[in-house]
């Protein structure tokens, strides 16, 4: 509770995590603000490929994260909520209730 | 083969003043990388050791390694640490460590201590991955980007290019700058096309200065990339083995428009020294918590 | 009508000769350091194997990466189109091409007469192509015929987990360090570029049938291994490198 407290009061507790990769083909990353997050876990269950986990990071804060069998892959992982040809449906971040999940691409 | 051209110096050092007998914590952290491990001993708040050595073909065997290495001529013996922390690619494989923490936070740690509370990036070019971090004032994260997918930029992408040129890891920076003007960068940031394109330029009369200039032009640019995705506030360091590649590093201060404040005593143990201020960190909350 | 394709590739230069909409000639050199001298050679080589002067080829199209560069091309098209064209051509019930290159992969939806719907690649990254399998075989110190050899002897699984060739390359040597079959680590290899091809192919609609196309169709363990991956029989022309060369042919005809 006091760790609630303490988000609500401090400016920043948090930090921006960019999961994912760059390589030829360029820039592939899932960023998560664990300033926003706070592990409700809504998008793990939304995601239709298992790519996020909530985790307890360094600082002890249960945050969302994706998992490590997947960052290398993520353009690909990703690729069926965001078709080459046809519409965008992110279900994670449809999922979050306060933002915390962008996708770089 | 006779001579290994990836074979860059390992390294060890212990303070010759501090008696680390009088000191009230006494602990170690241990870095083991994918191609590099480290270990770094604080005696209170005091570097006391520290060592930077190959990692082996097992976790446990590097770290106990590292730390033996460390604590060679000390008169220190691996049960008078109080408290280890791990971190890198093999922290959750080391024995001997109590808590494992991520290398992002510890290479914040790590920073903030080498550098003083103004550290706000820190660029770690790695073995096998790159990151970008921000931290505050007090070396704590507050964003990070890791590459660990692409060897352009890393150190095994550099050793790929001096085993290529048959020139020793560390002359690479010092041969790439010496040349008449900058040649244009490679075209390739992957190292496997540009080695390619490598041996198509030698075979066109460049030099081996020339190539070693084009090749890390084209690693700066890739890791200038990666920073810009989170952005360069001053003061800027720059942590891992390339740190001392300033054929890298000049290019990139230039890209960038911003000059890295060198870390000492090495810019390879930030990992391992952030993982000890954490390790003191925990011994005193324990001690407390008594 | 005589038409020729020529496809510059980052290896190799295949020339395709098309004589009335039937392959009457081709050739394939190493791209070498001089490009365009290697075009020269291969356009010669083909007219002689055609068993015609070079006088005689009404059109030239080029494709491939240095499709550009090529001054005696009357137009160029784009790989995607040249695969798409060439595939359907030798294999009318193809919908979906796969194009393993040696420095890029492809995956495109055609419909029936050879027109690209959709499409995906891997470039810029040795991972996802041939170079990788190269790379690889140095690493075991065979050469690729050795290599395909020893995947198709494999009895047990290995791990390879790296998504760059340089990471994999020091995987393997681990692998071997640590006693793994050179047989296993041979069927990693393949296993680990066919998963990766497969990712990327999977961006676009796959319908049968599938074919497989490009220098790397060749190797055998790779069409094992991409059938697995993709769960689908997988056609493989003859003469896969020249499917690009033959889509630009054909396309100058048209």
Redesign the interface.
């Known amino acids: 509770m006091f760790s609630w407290l303490l988000k609500r009061l401090a400016v ?1 507790l948090g ?4 999961y994912g ?5 360029g ?1 592939w ?1 899932i960023i998560v603000d664990t300033d926003k997050c706070d592990g409700c876990g809504k998008c793990v269950e939304a995601c239709p490929y298992g790519v996020l986990e909530i985790i307890t ?3 002890d804060e249960r945050v969302v994260a994706v998992r490590k069998q997947h ?3 993520i353009k ?2 990703c ?2 909520c965001k ?3 046809g519409p965008r449906d992110l279900k994670c971040q449809k999922a979050c209730p306060s933002g915390a999940i962008t996708h ?1 691409w | 083969m006779t001579t290994e051209f990836y074979r860059w110096t390992e390294n060890s050092w212990h303070s010759p003043d501090i008696d680390w007998r009088k000191a009230e914590t006494l602990v170690a952290g241990i870095d083991v990388g994918s191609v590099s491990s480290q270990a770094v001993i604080l005696a209170d708040d005091k570097i006391y050791a520290y060592c930077n050595t190959r990692t082996g073909s097992n976790s446990p065997d590097s770290a106990k390694k590292a730390l033996s290495i460390a604590l060679e001529g000390t008169g220190i013996k691996p049960e008078d640490i109080q408290f280890v922390v791990g971190t890198g690619y093999g922290r959750v494989n080391i024995p001997m460590a109590k808590k494992a ?2 290398e ?2 510890c290479h914040a740690r790590g920073a903030n201590y080498m550098g003083g509370p103004t550290v706000r990036t820190i660029l770690d070019m790695g073995g096998q991955d790159l990151k970008g971090i ?1 931290c ?1 004032e007090k070396g ?11 060897a ?1 930029g890393t150190g095994r992408g550099m050793e790929v290019m001096a085993e290529l040129l048959q020139v020793p890891i560390v002359d690479v920076g010092k041969m790439s700058l010496d040349v008449k003007e900058e040649p244009e960068p490679v075209s ?3 190292v496997i ?1 540009a080695k390619s394109e490598a041996i198509g330029l030698l075979r066109s009369g460049w030099t081996k200065n020339m190539v070693l200039a084009a090749y890390c032009a084209a690693m700066a640019h ?1 890791v200038v ?2 920073l810009e ?2 952005g360069v506030e001053k003061e800027f360091v720059i942590t891992g083995g390339i740190a001392k590649n300033i054929g890298v590093v000049s290019r990139l201060e230039k890209e960038l428009g911003i000059k890295a404040m060198p870390l000492q005593p090495d810019p390879q143990i930030a990992g391992g020294l952030g993982a000890a201020l954490f390790a003191r960190d925990l011994l005193l909350k324990s001690r407390k918590g008594n | 009508m005589i038409t020729a394709g020529i496809d510059m590739g980052a290896k190799t230069v295949k020339v395709v000769i098309v004589k009335d909409n039937k392959v009457s000639g081709r050739s394939i050199v190493p791209t070498g350091f001089e490009p365009l001298e290697s075009a020269e050679k291969a356009m010669d080589e083909a007219a002689k194997s055609a068993g015609i002067s070079r006088t005689e080829i009404q059109r030239v199209f080029a494709t491939g990466a240095g499709r550009k560069t090529i001054p005696f091309a009357a137009n160029n098209v784009t790989e995607v189109t040249a695969d798409a064209k060439g595939a359907v051509f030798l294999l009318p019930s193809v919908r979906t091409v796969v194009d393993i290159g040696a420095e890029e992969a492809r995956g495109i939806s055609v419909d029936a007469s050879g027109r690209v719907l ?3 690649k ?4 040795a ?1 996802g192509a041939g170079a990788f399998v190269e790379s690889m075989s140095r690493a075991l110190e065979v050469t690729v015929p050795q290599m395909i050899e020893l995947s198709h002897k494999s009895t047990k699984e290995a791990p390879i987990n790296a ?2 060739a340089v990471f994999a390359e020091s995987e393997v040597v681990s692998l071997i360090h640590s006693k793994v079959e050179k047989a296993d680590i041979a069927h990693a290899v393949h296993d680990a570029i066919a998963s990766r091809v497969s ?2 192919v ?3 609609p796959i319908e049968k049938d599938v074919a497989l196309i490009g220098g790397v169709a060749n190797n055998s363990a790779i069409v094992e291994a991409m059938k697995k991956h993709l769960g689908v029989e997988i056609k493989v022309p003859e003469n896969p490198e020249y499917v690009s060369a033959l889509g630009a042919a054909l396309l100058a005809a048209a």
């Open positions: 920043t930090y921006i995590a960019n990769y760059t390589d030829g083909s820039d990353y990071d360094d600082y960052s290398k892959n690909y992982v690729a069926p078709p080459i040809s770089s | 923490i991520t992002i936070a921000h505050d704590k994260v507050t964003q990070f980007l890791m590459n660990d997918k692409c352009a390739s940031t992957c096309f890739r990339g990666l995705r989170i | 959709d499409f995906a891997n470039d810029k990254c991972a998504t760059c990712s990327m999977r961006r676009i």
